[in-house]
């Protein structure tokens, strides 16, 4: 896919890995809508916009299905078309089934899951209808192995691999390509919550590359497959080989 003057949308991107895969398609010449909870606090819309492109910039909670159609009604009627969805907006999921998730399990599926299927069946039409379109979803290396006190986070995120290849299976007719990628410890602010020694063995332990990644290690991958017109299905993982060790 040529990037130039095609359109993105893009939730939670405002922030972290949504707001550098948006500034990577922007340098390439696409318009975008950012989409986020809250205010845009880092200027990710005015730094879009001196690149020479188009931003809207939506708040919403797109954990609700109402929301996730508004999004998709509005950036197409400022910037006249959706080429391409990433759905980058999520949250951390903690506890276990013994620990009191409940709650955390409903709202991480509503934000994860949900959200992905909402903006998918909002969008899918459009693209349909241009003979074309490529959607990304994030999922993330926990959703590839179990992981302590985090049930509903691994869950909702094992989740998106499997309804990005049925999807692309079920769009490939109409030339729409559906991929996602799975970040293992990327320093952002959902980061923030470790401690030093628990960095410390990250990177001298867990992380066989022995660093954190970026965020722009995502958005590179992320680029990728959107202008790569012959991938769909696949994930890819970007966690500096974290998920294929065994010790």
């Known amino acids: 896919m040529d990037l130039k003057d095609k359109v993105a949308l893009i939730t939670g991107g405002t922030h972290g890995i949504g707001a550098t895969i948006a500034l ?3 340098q390439s010449g696409t318009h975008v809508c950012l989409v986020g909870r809250n205010e845009d606090q880092f200027g990710v819309k005015k730094q879009i916009e001196a690149i020479g492109v188009k931003c809207l910039l939506l708040q919403a909670d797109i954990s609700k299905e109402e929301e996730c159609k508004r999004v998709v009604e509005d950036t197409l009627a400022e910037l006249g078309n959706i080429d391409i969805l990433v759905h980058s907006a999520g949250s951390a999921a903690p506890g276990g089934l013994l620990s009191g998730a ?3 399990w409903y709202q991480a599926f509503d934000i994860h899951v949900h959200a992905a299927f909402h903006l998918a069946a909002a969008v899918a039409p459009l693209m349909k209808k241009n003979i074309g379109g490529a959607m990304i979803f994030i999922s993330s290396a926990a959703g590839l192995r179990g992981v302590k006190n985090a049930l509903a986070y691994a869950t909702v995120k094992g989740a998106i691999p499997q309804f ?5 299976f079920e769009l490939s007719d109409f030339n729409i390509r559906v991929n996602c990628v799975s970040p293992g ?3 952002t602010r959902f980061q923030n ?3 030093s020694d628990q960095i410390k063995n990250n990177i001298d ?3 066989p590359l022995h660093r954190e990644g970026s965020p722009t290690d995502v958005a590179e991958a992320v680029s990728m497959l959107v202008k790569n017109d012959f991938i769909t299905g696949e994930n890819i993982t970007i966690d500096g080989g974290m998920t294929m ?3």
């Open 24 to 26: 990577h398609l922007a």
């Open 102 to 104: 409940r709650d955390v």
């Open 164 to 168: 990005t290849r049925a999807l692309a």
């Open 185 to 187: 410890i990327i320093r």
């Open 193 to 195: 919550f470790l401690t």
């Open 205 to 207: 332990n867990r992380i």
């Open 245 to 247: 060790r065994i010790v």
